[in-house]
């Protein structure tokens, strides 16, 4: 039984009338609090109790990240759409279908340029609500077009991975992303330009073992998840049994996988201060 939803709410609207939203509440996966939807928003969806910081939205993060909110999109295209016509209880093209229609959103990757503290910055967002943020070859497609754009401007780079890793539903076509994204962070580095990472949670699979552990600073959100593949699947494999936490961003910062772990309120900025320092510019 839902208490929240069986009693708590039903005692509510009997004082109130039926005008109470569904989602006042939303409960901490962590701590297992409850937290006023208004007040975890704006918390910056961190839980004021645990301090656990929960996903964050595309549009949130933008608007959070880039000066007055304003990022122009830049527009790219994927040639293949369901290079295998895969099917397994349901056809890829209709799960393309289904995601582009719950996120208004063409594939998991949301690319554009702004400026962060009047640095000009081009960005690459994955949508975890596009298939878990993904990577098959629309998302390949539209790294690279982020990438050449911000060489051919001379813009720094930044990369926020949120991603269960490589899409299946498109087999070998999405484990060529892989290089392909690596080939556009050498271009970026290749024109001295900064290169920065920020690893929120998830971060795994093909993701992580690629543009994602490349940058130049590896800033994280605090308790992301950032590895290849799953834990029980390690230990599984390896037959031992692996530290707690061990593929959290603080136990990363510990063994030198990551350079920082920064606070939601404190992103801007850092990664304002650090593009800074790169580029030798206040501004």
């Known amino acids: 039984m839902n208490w929240l939803t069986n009693f708590v709410r039903p005692k509510i609207r009997a004082l109130v009338g039926n005008n109470v939203p569904d989602n006042l509440w939303e409960k901490c996966p962590e701590c297992e609090q409850m937290i006023f939807y208004k007040e975890l928003t704006e918390n ?29 999109r830049i527009k790219y295209e994927s040639r293949l759409q369901d290079p295998l016509k895969f099917k397994d209880n349901k056809r890829y093209a209709d799960r393309l279908k289904s995601s582009r229609e719950k996120t208004e959103e063409d594939d998991a990757l949301i690319i554009g340029h702004g400026r962060i503290d009047g640095h000009k910055t081009v960005a690459v967002f994955f949508d975890f609500n596009f298939m878990g943020g993904s990577m098959g070859t629309a998302v390949g497609e539209a790294f690279i077009s982020a990438a050449d754009f911000a060489v051919s401007k001379g813009y720094s780079f930044l990369a926020i991975p949120c991603s269960g890793g490589a899409r299946m539903q498109e087999g070998i076509f999405s484990l060529m992303q892989m290089p392909r994204t690596v080939v556009a962070v050498n271009k970026i580095k290749e024109a001295e330009l900064p290169y920065l990472v920020l690893l929120t949670n998830p971060t795994t699979g093909g993701v992580s073992a690629s543009f994602a552990m490349l940058g130049d600073i590896h800033i994280a959100e605090p308790g992301a998840v950032i590895a290849f593949t799953g834990q029980r699947v390690i230990e599984g494999t390896i037959r031992e049994k692996l530290p707690a936490g061990f593929q959290k961003s603080e136990y990363l910062l510990e063994h030198g996988m990551v350079d920082m772990v920064v606070h939601r309120k404190d992103l801007k900025n850092t990664i304002s201060k650090i593009i800074g320092i790169l580029t030798h510019k206040k501004y």
């Open 44 to 72: 910056l969806r961190v839980c004021p109790h645990c301090n656990n910081h929960l996903r964050w939205g595309v549009k949130e993060r933008i608007e959070n990240l880039f000066d007055s909110g304003e990022f122009t």
